[in-house]
C-alpha cells in the first residue's frame, strides 16, 4: 500500500517576489519542509537518523515544473512519497496543488551522509525506510546531471555569508536558486513570462567566507548557470526554462 504525506500552507509576502509571484527559493523551501515532515512521520527523519546512525540527509539534486506561476495567498498543498531505499540516492517525488488543483510535480534526489566525514552511506542500512514508500504513487522521472552549454559568461562574484546557512553548518541548498535568479536579474522577466522549470545539482558544499564565481549561458527556452569557487571547481549549478503564462 502506498505512503504518502501531505503538508498545507497559504504562501505569504515573505515567499512572493516584487510581482506577487511565490520566488523559487520559497517553493524549494517548503518543498524541503515537507520532506522533512513526512521524513518524521515515516521514523527516518534527523533525529532518528543522528541518535541511530551517526547521519543525515542530504540533498543532492532537485527538480520542479509548474502550469502556472504559484502566487501570493494561494493555498499550497504539497503531497509527497519516497521510492524505496535501495539505490544509492533516494527519490522523493512530489505532487503541487494551488487553492485544490493540480499545478505542478517536483522530484528530488537525496543520499545519506555520515555527520562526521560526509561519506555517503547505504540506505539499505536504514530498517526504517522499509516498506514507508510511494510504491504506485512513484514518478519515473530521474534527475541526471546537467549539461553547460558553450561560452559561459561570468555574471556576478558572491560571497557567502552566515545568513546564507542553516541547521548543517553549510549553505542552505535554497539559497543556490537565488543566488541563480540574482545573477539572471529575475526581477526584469517580462510579465508575460514566469519561471516554469527548474532543476538545480548541489555538487559540494559551501560556507561561510567562500566566494562563488556566478556564470551563465544560453540553454532552449532558458538559461544555466553554475557556480563555481577560486579553483574552478563547481559548487551547484542549475537549469531555468521560462514560459508563456497560460499557455
Do not use: C, H
Given at each position: 500500500m502506498s505512503q504518502f504525506y501531505e503538508h498545507t500552507i497559504r504562501l505569504t509576502g515573505m515567499d512572493a517576489d516584487g510581482r506577487g509571484i511565490c520566488k523559487p527559493s520559497a517553493l524549494l523551501d517548503h518543498l524541503q519542509i515537507a520532506a522533512g515532515f513526512a521524513a518524521e512521520e515515516g521514523g527516518f527523519?534527523?533525529?532518528?537518523?543522528?541518535?541511530k546512525y551517526g547521519a543525515f540527509?542530504?540533498?543532492?539534486?532537485?527538480?520542479?515544473?509548474?502550469?502556472?506561476?504559484?502566487?501570493?495567498e494561494d493555498r499550497l498543498t504539497i503531497r509527497t512519497w519516497h521510492r524505496g531505499g535501495k539505490a544509492a540516492m533516494m527519490?522523493?517525488?512530489?505532487?503541487?496543488?494551488?487553492?485544490?488543483?493540480?499545478?505542478?510535480e517536483s522530484v528530488s534526489?537525496?543520499?545519506?551522509?555520515?555527520?562526521?566525514?560526509?561519506?555517503?552511506?547505504r540506505l539499505a542500512d536504514i530498517q526504517e525506510l522499509a516498506g514507508t514508500g510511494g510504491e504506485e504513487l512513484c514518478k519515473t522521472r530521474t534527475l541526471?546531471?546537467?549539461?553547460?552549454?558553450?561560452?559561459?559568461k561570468l555574471l556576478e562574484r558572491r560571497k557567502m555569508h552566515y545568513s546564507d546557512t542553516d541547521v548543517n553548518g553549510h549553505v542552505n541548498n535554497t539559497r543556490y536558486a537565488d543566488f541563480a535568479c540574482d545573477a539572471v536579474e529575475?526581477?526584469?522577466?517580462?510579465?508575460e513570462q514566469f519561471l516554469a522549470e527548474m532543476q538545480i545539482g548541489y555538487l559540494a558544499e559551501c560556507r561561510p567566507g567562500e566566494v562563488l564565481d556566478l556564470e551563465a549561458g544560453s540553454i532552449d527556452s532558458g538559461c544555466y548557470v553554475h557556480g563555481l569557487d577560486r579553483n574552478g571547481k563547481a559548487r551547484f549549478e542549475t537549469a531555468m526554462i521560462f514560459r508563456q503564462v497560460g499557455s
Open positions: 527523519g534527523r533525529e532518528t537518523l543522528v541518535e540527509w542530504m540533498l543532492a539534486r532537485s527538480w520542479f515544473r509548474l502550469e502556472r506561476p504559484l502566487r501570493w527519490y522523493r517525488d512530489y505532487d503541487i496543488y494551488a487553492n485544490g488543483q493540480l499545478v505542478g534526489g537525496w543520499v545519506l551522509a555520515n555527520l562526521e566525514s560526509r561519506k555517503i552511506m541526471n546531471k546537467l549539461r553547460a552549454p558553450k561560452d559561459l529575475l526581477d526584469k522577466l517580462p510579465p
